[in-house]
């Protein structure tokens, strides 16, 4: 039997390529960002002497400043921490509570309204008690599923308590995404100030040369933002895999296992950012270019207005198509690390379980919506309250903020409130971070317990609680009563169970 490493494709050259478009893109984006500040002079002096005052402030409380936002990043990180710790015993009765308990209370609003209008307002409790009928007849169908898969992401909760490494993956991206953001930014606006101008030279003019010049700009920055992001997440899946197996997890043995399919992230997130960049770009020149032009004729008001909502309409099934395409594609990065198949395998693989499993997907994504939500008003609450009144009894007096008022608001409460956005900001930052290594997960626990095994995939060895496991199988024995084997083959080659 051929071993791993000889199954496996390493696609060196693909990732070497890829790598030299990043340095390469990263370099035209610093560049952009040299010329627009070098070239237009009289901007730059425009911003500073606008922010130079702020500057001289922050310049001058500089280590304060920065002492301030390690600070509250590391209480956002501990207070995420003990948020995931809480949810890790609470969180599948926090989704079932949310999701049954808010069913029931909209199914009471209903009938409470219907009660209390009458004659010509009855319509506004028929139309609360009808949708939540609807909605309550959803949740009945799908009860075992739903409290399967809140126990799932229970477990998802328990992982990343117990593997806290997996945030640092997370981190590493939001850093990698934030240069991203502004070198893609600033390359996009330098290449459309001069796009026109490096045209006439070549002496070419066309429109669709244009698009295409802003296309690939587009792409290639969406493919170093899509790659990124892959490769973080298949870090923590390949801990959350070894977290599953009950072996010691670490990010270096993760990076040595990705390292085996690099390729194939690289071409998942490849494909994965040619159609997003198809998106944006339709978006940006629909609008600046074709709306544009129609507004110049006042006598086609009517028809502006029908070609608006054809192309709102167009925009809409662009983006619906986009997350159709994402839901399928929902275990194609967990396939491509756990059983090192190829791109294009993993892709169609990852169709099948999709539609076997969508309603465990959608009840997933309910489930992180739901935490984020209990995570954002823990956040709001903590950060936001302490930093208003720290503001308001403390920092406001140090810098002298006392007197004067706006529309009857004085400087001090306006201060101590902006002080309070600032707090919740560097709170929900960690906070919003800790929640991909939760969906992924959930991702890679489902594909465990769930989705793998009833394709074939049987006997794996796992490590979760007692109590979660004994639920979960009570509850997965009663859920694959509903899936419908019958239809689609049930996939023959064994994967390891190490």
Excluded at 331 to 348: A, D, N, P, R, W
Aim: charged share 15%.
């Amino acid at each position: 039997m051929a071993t791993e490493e000889q199954k496996v494709r390493d696609f060196g050259l693909i990732f070497y390529i890829w790598f030299l478009i990043v340095l390469a893109a990263y370099a035209f984006g610093a560049y952009s960002i040299y010329q627009m500040t070098a070239i237009n002079q009289n901007l730059t002096d425009w911003v500073l002497a606008k922010f130079g005052v702020a500057y001289s402030f922050v310049e001058s409380y500089i280590w304060w400043v920065i002492l301030a936002v390690v600070v509250l990043l590391v209480i956002g990180i501990l207070i995420a921490y003990l948020e995931v710790w809480l949810m890790s015993y609470v969180g599948a009765e926090l989704v079932n509570t949310v999701i049954f308990g808010g069913t029931a209370l909209l199914i009471a609003a209903g009938v409470f309204l219907l009660v209390q209008y009458q004659g010509n307002l009855r319509w506004i409790g028929i139309a609360v008690l009808a949708p939540a009928a609807f909605i309550l007849v959803i949740v009945l169908l799908l009860a075992r599923r739903i409290i399967l898969g809140s126990k799932v992401f229970e477990m998802s909760n328990e992982a990343v308590n117990e593997e806290k490494g997996t945030l640092i993956p997370v981190l590493f991206f939001s850093v990698i995404s934030v240069v991203t953001t502004i070198t893609g930014v600033a390359g996009s606006i330098y290449a459309g100030a001069n796009l026109d101008t490096w045209l006439e030279q070549s002496g070419r003019t066309s429109d669709w040369l244009e698009y295409l010049v802003f296309f690939v700009i587009i792409f290639i920055y969406l493919t170093i933002h899509w790659t990124m992001l892959y490769f973080s997440d298949a870090i923590n899946i390949c801990i959350f895999k070894r977290w599953n197996n009950y072996k010691d997890a670490s990010i270096r043995i993760a990076m040595k296992e990705i390292w085996k399919v690099k390729g194939s992230i690289i071409l998942f997130g490849t494909f994965m950012a040619f159609f997003d960049a198809i998106i944006k770009t339709v978006q940006y020149f629909a609008k600046k270019k074709f709306w544009g032009k129609w507004k110049q004729n006042k006598a086609v008001k009517i028809t502006l207005k029908v070609l608006t909502v054809i192309f709102f309409l167009f925009i809409l099934l662009l983006k619906a198509l986009w997350k159709v395409l994402k839901f399928l594609n929902y275990y194609t990065l967990t396939i491509i690390v756990v059983e090192k198949q190829g791109f294009v395998k993993s892709m169609i693989r990852s169709t099948d379980l999709a539609v076997d499993s969508a309603a465990d997907i959608i009840i997933g994504k309910a489930g992180v919506n739901i935490a984020k939500g209990f995570f954002t008003v823990m956040t709001f609450g903590v950060f936001s309250t302490g930093g208003f009144f720290l503001g308001y009894y403390w920092l406001a007096d140090l810098f002298g903020i006392s007197a004067g008022e706006i529309a009857g608001i004085s400087f001090k409460v306006m201060f101590s409130l902006a002080v309070a956005a600032v707090f919740f900001l560097f709170g929900y930052l960690p906070t919003t971070a800790i929640l991909r290594p939760i969906s992924t997960a959930y991702k890679t626990i489902l594909f465990f317990h769930i989705s793998d095994p009833f394709r074939g995939h049987t006997g794996r060895r796992t490590r979760i609680s007692e109590d979660i496991q004994k639920n979960l199988s009570k509850i997965t024995a009663d859920v694959m009563e509903t899936y419908d084997k019958e239809e689609r083959p049930v996939w023959e080659k064994k994967a390891e169970d190490t």
